[in-house]
């Protein structure tokens, strides 16, 4: 309940401005937030920051499907809702094992990663929850879930030494320092060696970083768009400028920070937007590596609908031409040849301003990786990049038994 007045009292409110539901509730809680947005316009505030917060309590060990009260529920789209609402968050998931990756055919590193909460007030047209999210639930038992989860996790986990606090479909640092999740996360983390934790955002909410107890075990990543991506597809999230200031302020604090360009929309006129951000970037601020990913993830039906009008016409063809080739591939919807095109410009626009700053791609295919090895100047097996688990400030690779290197294997060897 401390949790939840810090955060309302953020928000210039107190518990009287709560409705408060029972689980025997929920499901009417959740017919209700079907209704949003609300149909009113708010000047000045982005339609995306008025989604409901959802205090809840996140269950330890419980599989929603398990839950009568979920399973029983008809909409698939309202039992995924009924279960977060009544705390079905996963505060602990895998990613990026060494056998999934191999089928997606990504290049990545595995981990265990953390999440307390689910909904983001961004809004991004390339994240599912960003755009169609119409609440943030969030799990207010931190301190439970540190110890029963985070901590057990840390310690059967002595191959990873870096650990992300990034779920689900949020961005949790923008509901700090009130929700104390990374002041829980970080103490919990100063309690084992060289264990460190990673923020992952497109926020530019930082200066509570300057206060928060053993910020010598954070380590941030951004996702960055250009700003002319910021504007026209990240309607809730700042502008590009302000997460580079953000950035600055982080240097000034000595904690250290990478940059992901991902996902790098093509947007009609990206090459000079990208080409401007970078060279902000790299300008106004010192990042320990930066790295890119083009838009993946999403079939050209989606890129259609959500884009119309926005994507670079040369790089809209090439997907519509390469429709059949690209149907249910990881890396839809944009081709091989023109997401390499991409990496090369992006690649060189750094190397105008850096020329030793350790680049990366990341979860791209092993053939991509192969190929542009040279110009990367990493190898695909064991590289440098933005979140990995066994990347501790430096940068430096610190592998493990566990995790020796990346999900990378010869595209020859199949
Ligand atoms: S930065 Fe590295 S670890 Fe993080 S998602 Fe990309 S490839 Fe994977």
């Known amino acids: ?15 009287s401005d709560v409705t408060v539901y029972t689980e025997a509730e929920a499901p009417d809680l959740v017919r209700e937030l079907q209704d949003w ?19 809840t309590q996140q269950k330890i060990g419980a599989k929603a499907e398990d839950d009568l009260r979920v399973s029983s529920c008809d909409a698939d789209s309202l039992r995924r809702d009924l279960a977060y609402v009544l705390g079905y968050i996963d505060p602990v998931q895998n990613y990026h094992g060494y056998d999934g990756d191999q089928a997606r055919n990504m290049v990545c590193w595995p981990t265990h990663d953390f ?12 994240c599912g929850t960003g755009l169609r999210g119409k609440y943030l639930a969030l799990g207010m038992n931190v301190a439970e879930i540190t110890e029963r989860v985070i901590g057990p996790t840390i310690e059967a986990s002595s191959e990873q030494r870096c650990f992300r606090m990034i779920g689900w479909g949020a961005d949790i640092i923008s509901l700090e320092p009130e929700y104390g999740v990374f002041a829980a996360f970080l103490s919990k983390l100063a309690e084992y060696e060289e264990r460190y934790g990673y923020f992952h955002s497109n926020s530019d909410n930082v200066d509570w970083i300057a206060d928060v107890p053993h910020r010598d075990r954070l380590i941030g990543i951004w996702s960055l768009a250009s700003e002319g991506m910021a504007r026209q597809v990240e309607p809730g999230a700042p502008s590009a400028a302000a997460r580079i200031e953000a950035m600055r302020k982080l240097n000034v604090m000595g904690v250290p920070f990478r940059v992901k360009l991902k996902p790098v929309v093509p947007l009609v006129g990206w090459q000079e937007d990208y080409a401007a951000l970078i060279e902000q970037v790299l300008s106004r601020t010192r990042p320990e590596t930066i ?28 997907a519509e031409a390469s429709a059949d080739e690209m149907r249910d591939q990881t890396h839809s919807p944009f081709p091989y040849a023109m997401r390499a095109e991409m990496y090369r410009f992006l690649i060189a626009e750094v190397r105008k301003h850096d020329p030793h700053i350790p680049v ?12 542009l090895e040279p110009e990367i100047g990493q190898r695909a097996t064991s590289f440098l990049c933005g979140c990995n688990p066994v990347q501790p400030p430096g940068p430096r690779l610190h592998t493990t038994e566990g995790v020796s290197g990346s999900t990378y294997f010869d595209p020859a060897v199949q």
């Open 1 to 15: 309940m401390q949790r939840v007045e810090r955060m309302l009292s953020a928000l210039g409110k107190t518990l």
């Open 115 to 126: 999440g307390t909460m689910t909904g983001c007030s961004h809004g991004c047209f390339y």
């Open 37 to 55: 947005p609300p149909a009113e316009d708010l000047p000045g505030v982005p339609v995306q920051h008025r989604r409901p917060l959802i205090f």
């Open 360 to 371: 990366f791609i990341s979860t791209e295919t092993r053939e991509m990786w192969k190929e």
């Open 291 to 318: 790295g890119f990913c083009c838009l993946i993830w999403m079939p050209l039906e989606v890129l259609q609908e959500r884009f119309a009008g926005l994507i670079d016409p040369e790089f809209m063809r090439a």
